[in-house]
């Protein structure tokens, strides 16, 4: 039975977590993802959850901490923020290289500088080839069911995988919606027990973690990670289904809207997502052929399957909440661009670099993409790929 | 599709404006709605003017943009006239409704040309005489009930009382104050 | 499960572990650091006192104890420190350059 409520995001999340019960927190505050230890702790203090709570002085002991607790053989979470998540670099890469089926939850913000507490998705997609899958929330909702879905993708065997559930700062995890809740039991039973095969504290099999691996050994450990990776794919849509069986709320790489006979598209990550579907509405209304795709897993990138969806369009605008200093676009508009290489007749694909710091992205906005989508689709003439959207100019 | 009734607050840090923003969409939730309660963040400082927004709807909005063109505007601190432009964007079928003890007429002339609904509500002294104490939050969001209609106001009013009993179970003396400030907020909302 | 021992440089990738886990301890007996030598400790039994002096002091265990009694030199851990021959009172382990 669902449970109809109004929560923050941030809420929404501890929420979760507090059904999830996880055996070990590691715990440090930072904008905007402070309220969800801060939520956590009450839950804690109540006697609500089981879990050990570890409050450390940095996120690179928050995530070390994590990495301790989930090679011990625990469920190990925490949550950070832009140079939280940059100050757990290193860490990251252990996680994942050390196959530990950690969660975090990334309330998406800027990185310095200049200094901004504000969202955008530099923090997340700087960590995008830390190891870690990734799946971005739309809204408070998705942002809950992802974090529910998170350790049944995490655990699976063939993956082992650290998750990293990111949904955008203060847009969505400060700004309370309505909210549909699953039981405490539902959540149990979707989580299922933790019982890893292989952990620290078993004692009648002693175990070492983290070993060096030499040349002849690094390579193989890394194409295995990388098919874990691969495997993850598959989990990640079956549990999707089943929370959809659950839920009725389904979910896979991606959301497709309005794409069936879409000449324009528009392609991004996270609450922008809900703007353009507006968008694309009022221009549905007004007779023109455009759609969306809302890409949820960007960690494994769903490659073919976004070929797949857009092949049919004639121009494609994907809108980086980053940039990257290529030079050349950001890397959302650098890994859609090679998906769409090996079809026989790609669209045309304009990289947008946009939202940076809180810049607000709104439905006008989304509109003037289409607008200039509609020039390149019609003229054929490219013009610069790679543009800037939102900005002041001269 | 229906369009979400979109109200923007203008408040000083410290004052309660997004707690008024979050009690509205609480308020409309309960009632059936769907909504969103946000405030526009930055480093604030208290005294500082900072805006928080609301849409409420029969259906989930998806648009997580900030409010441009609010149907409501609530200027919780009646300085703030003079340094924010409350009244850009606002539709001219909607209205403000400003925290002062002056009348509508006597506020227009500093609203920059607004030519739609003026109302003005003495939250200050409402708030002193029931809760003993300068909080305007409270009365404004009845005021902000009452005229923009969102929620009904009868209805309105009893979830408040639900929400304050849980809110100040350890405290009940301030539920009485509290509702007080509630009622006399929504019979006292001038319009002009 | 698979063994420490069942992994070596020719393990196709898919015959690691996950995060190269090792799933047994001691496993350091496994691994071969005799051909880090460049000088043998060579064990000689009629010299030898049984003192023991020496097992203590090897840096890698390897002096081979079996009941109290020193047997003779685990080649294979043996990394041609020497110490072994410097404790020995009796001059009961010399060292001899490899390949003489």
């Known amino acids: 039975m669902a449970r109809k409520d109004r929560l923050s995001g941030n809420e929404a999340v501890a929420f979760a977590m507090k059904q999830i019960d996880p055996d070990v927190m590691g715990a440090f505050p930072i904008t905007p993802s402070t309220e969800i230890p801060q939520y956590f702790a009450q839950y804690v203090a109540n006697g609500e959850v089981n879990t050990e709570y570890v409050t450390v002085e940095s996120e690179h002991s928050s995530m070390s901490t994590c990495i301790g607790a989930s090679a011990a053989g625990g469920r190990a979470v925490t949550a950070t923020s832009s140079c939280g998540l940059a100050l757990m670099w290193e860490l990251l890469y252990v996680a994942a290289s050390d196959r530990l089926p950690i969660v975090l939850a990334c309330v998406n913000r800027a990185l310095s500088g200049p200094i901004n507490i504000n969202n955008d998705h530099s923090d997340s997609m700087g960590a995008r080839d830390s190891g870690w899958i990734q799946i971005y929330a739309e809204n408070n909702q998705e942002a809950y069911d992802n974090f529910v879905q998170a350790y049944p993708i995490a655990e699976a065997a063939g993956v082992r995988l650290p998750v990293m559930i990111c949904q955008d700062g203060f847009i969505t995890s400060h700004a309370v919606e309505n909210i549909e809740l699953c039981e405490d039991a539902e959540v149990k039973d979707f989580v299922g027990e933790y019982n890893p095969e292989h952990y620290l504290l078993k004692h009648e099999n002693p175990l070492a973690v983290g070993p060096y691996g030499v040349s002849p050994y690094y390579m193989e450990a890394k194409v295995a990670q990388a098919h874990a990776m691969m495997n993850a794919k598959q989990v990640i849509l079956d549990v999707g289904r089943r929370f959809g069986e659950m839920t009725g709320r389904s979910y896979g790489f991606f959301e497709s809207y309005q794409l069936d006979d879409a000449e324009l598209a528009i392609l991004l990550i996270g609450s922008s997502a809900g703007t353009a579907r507006a968008c694309v509405d009022e221009l549905r209304a007004q007779g023109k052929k455009v759609g969306m795709l809302k890409l949820r897993v960007f960690r494994p990138f769903p490659a073919e399957e976004i070929a797949e969806a857009l092949k049919g369009c004639k121009a494609v605008a994907v809108m980086d909440k980053t940039e990257s200093f290529s030079g050349n676009g950001g890397p959302l508009g650098a890994e859609v661009r090679g998906a769409l290489y090996d079809l026989p007749t790609p669209p045309r694909v304009i990289n947008y670099v946009y939202g940076l710091g809180g810049r607000d992205f709104r439905v006008e906005d989304c509109a003037q993409v289409f607008d200039e989508l509609a020039e390149v689709a019609v003229n054929g003439v490219t013009g610069s790929t790679y543009r800037h959207i939102g900005q002041r100019e001269e | ?192 | 499960m698979i063994h420490a021992k069942d992994i070596n440089e020719h393990s196709p990738w898919q015959q690691l572990t996950p995060g190269c886990e090792i799933y047994e301890p001691g496993t350091a007996a496994a691994f071969n650091t005799g051909d880090w030598r460049t000088a043998t400790p060579i064990y000689h039994a009629d010299r030898c006192k049984q003192c023991l002096l020496c097992a203590p002091y090897c840096p890698d265990c390897a002096l081979r104890v079996k009941d109290g009694k020193l047997t003779g030199i685990e080649y294979m851990h043996c990394k041609g420190c020497g110490i072994c021959t410097k404790v020995c009172p009796f001059g009961a382990i010399t060292f001899e350059e490899e390949g003489k």
């Open chain 2, 1 to 192: 599709m229906n369009k979400p009734v979109e109200i923007r607050w203008h408040g000083r840090g410290g004052q309660g404006a997004k707690t008024a923003c979050l009690l509205l969409a609480d308020a409309a939730f309960s009632s059936g709605k769907y909504v969103q309660g946000f405030p526009e963040y930055g480093p604030e400082r208290m005294g500082a003017p900072i805006t928080a927004y609301n849409r409420i709807s029969d259906e989930r909005c998806t648009v997580h943009s900030n409010i441009y063109n609010p149907d409501f505007v609530v200027v919780v601190d009646e300085s703030l006239l003079e340094c924010v432009d409350v009244t850009a964007g606002l539709s001219p079928e909607g209205a403000i409704i400003i925290n002062t003890d002056k009348e509508p007429a006597d506020v227009r002339p500093l609203l920059r040309g607004y030519t739609g609904k003026v109302c003005t509500i003495d939250a200050r002294a409402i708030s002193e005489e029931t809760l003993g104490k300068n909080f305007p939050n409270t009365p404004m969001l009845a005021a902000a009930v009452k005229v923009s209609g969102v929620v009904d106001p009868d209805r309105f009013v009893q979830d408040m009382e639900a929400s304050f009993r849980h809110k100040f179970a350890t405290k009940p003396q301030v539920i009485a104050g509290n509702m007080n400030a509630l009622t006399k907020s929504m019979q006292e909302v001038k319009a002009g």
